[in-house]
């Protein structure tokens, strides 16, 4: 019980403020012990017949064995696809749109279902996938099922068309949120696809297959193939018209280098290394907050996070100080806890990447901090960390972490925190703190960015495009921009 204490003719006053833990149920998510393959419509056991085993990264519990597609499984959802794609784009637009929107409310009447499996098999804090994940996957099927009869609104005198069939491969940082962005932009299109989760994170994929029967989306249209690289990379070969990936920038060049010169469409959203900057005319509490969540959101396994934080000169001090404070009250631990601030790290790989560039960034002579916490003996943690005394030749100010880990470094002038930020191979996020307007749109102007954000970060919006420039890929997704790489045109 909390302790209380009297002072005078005061009411009792709690002085232990420690938070009880506050566990969401397992109960809500039915976990099968094996899942076959989604094609056509129907489970399917794989060809192959393999079958490797998923696990939570909290506890390192196994929750189920998971269907390794081969290359003759990748085929056959292909072909399915293909046969379900001339009735499904011969609907008329108002009638796709129906399908959409029915998906979008089944994943709202299910939102705390998906949001238990989303935290259960990826490890993120069960309140970022119950309020984050989950409505924005619903909104982009709402946002697409708009746009479904109005492609000749969207772009006039140009006979947009379907291009067919579309191989998708999702990874594991937001698995049901990222299916949402390949998916509803598809169907809306009138494609048929073929989609591959991440190999660690299947549940909610293959949950969704469950609630697309619900949904009645006739047989084919969606098929969910599960899987490691190898089906990825099956799928990148078989017989699609595009191919919409998502995933690190080591595997998109490998997928360019593929489909050079085989006339398959091809979009990349692929890693980053976001400048968070801060002017001395901030608002610093505010600016703390957007840090913290740049970097620390979903224990920074964001492609766009705020992995670098420039600071101007005059008020790194108090800006670094305030940020430690912060650090000292996120509570790490649990991921279906809604107390919980920084879930679980991935996977074991995952882990040992965040740990082999820390321990470079600490050898190459930038000063550590991590605040105090118990970490659980069993799963895959790590604590928030910072850097300070950072520079640019250092490893964790060049190459993308994907972990709970923030570099700081300085500048003096707006001229310089641009070429800072510039200086970089990635090009998919930034964000911008300050109370003049100009500014924004002077920093907004010269930032080699897809996104700026302005006093905030890690906003997003369906309506809005998302992407990158130089190695963090092309094409974009959301908007009208998202939808114009799943048409064809009439030329002239």
Wanted: proline share 7%; net charge negative; aromatic share 8%.
């Amino acid at each position: 019980m909390t302790e209380l204490s009297r002072r005078g003719p005061s009411p009792l006053l709690p002085v232990d403020w420690t938070y009880a833990p506050a566990p969401e149920s397992r109960e809500i998510a039915a976990i099968a012990e094996r899942y076959g393959l989604f094609i056509g419509g129907e489970w399917v056991e794989p060809q192959s017949g393999a079958f490797f085993t998923t696990l939570s990264p909290r506890d390192e519990e196994p929750l189920a064995e998971i269907a390794q597609a081969g290359p003759a499984d990748v085929c056959a959802a292909v072909a399915a696809a293909r046969a379900a794609f001339p009735a499904w784009s011969g609907l008329a637009g108002s009638e796709r749109a129906k399908y959409l929107f029915r998906i979008a409310r089944l994943l709202q009447e299910r939102a705390r279902e998906f949001a238990v499996l989303e935290s259960l098999n990826g490890g993120k804090p069960i309140k970022e996938s119950r309020d984050v994940d989950l409505p924005l996957a619903a909104a982009h099927f709402f946002y697409h099922a708009g746009w479904a009869d109005k492609l000749e609104y969207a772009f006039p005198n140009r006979s947009p068309r379907p291009l067919g069939v579309v191989g998708q491969i999702i990874p594991w940082n937001f698995p049901l949120l990222m299916a949402a962005w390949k998916l509803a932009p598809a169907l809306a299109a009138g494609n048929t696809a073929v989609l591959k989760p991440a190999e660690t994170t299947p549940l909610t994929a293959l949950a969704f297959c469950e609630l697309l029967a619900q949904a009645e989306l006739p047989p084919g249209v969606v098929n969910i193939i599960t899987g490691d690289g190898s089906t990825g990379a099956a799928l990148v070969e078989a017989e699609v018209d595009k191919v919409a990936f998502t995933g690190s920038t080591e595997v998109g060049k490998e997928i360019q280098r593929r489909l050079a010169g085989t006339g398959k469409r091809l979009t990349l959203e692929l890693g980053g290394k976001a400048a968070n900057i801060v002017f001395d005319d901030a608002a610093l509490d505010q600016a703390v907050e957007g840090i913290v969540n740049g970097i620390y959101f979903n224990q920074g396994h964001v492609c766009c996070a705020g992995s670098r934080l420039l600071v101007q000169e005059s008020i790194a001090d108090a800006v670094v100080e305030k940020l430690k404070r912060r650090m000292a009250s996120l509570r790490v631990g649990d991921p279906l806890d809604k107390n919980t601030d920084v879930g679980a790290i991935n996977s074991q790989a995952q882990l040992t990447k965040i740990e082999e560039l820390v321990a470079a960034g600490s050898a190459e002579g930038a000063e550590i901090y991590q605040p105090p916490c118990r970490l659980p003996e069993k799963g895959y943690w790590f604590a928030p960390t910072v850097f300070t005394d950072v520079s640019q030749s250092h490893r964790i100010a060049q190459e993308e972490i994907f972990g709970p880990v923030l570099a700081v470094l300085t500048f003096r002038t707006p001229q310089e925190a641009v070429e800072k930020a510039n200086n970089t191979p990635y090009g998919l996020s930034a964000g911008v703190w300050t109370e003049k307007g100009s500014r924004i749109l002077w920093m907004a102007e010269r930032l080699r960015a897809g996104v700026v954000w302005a006093n905030t970060f890690n906003r997003f919006d369906p309506t809005s495009p998302f992407g990158g420039y130089k190695e963090s890929g092309f094409g974009r997704e959301g908007g009208r921009h998202g939808l114009e790489p799943y048409l064809s045109f009439d030329s002239g």
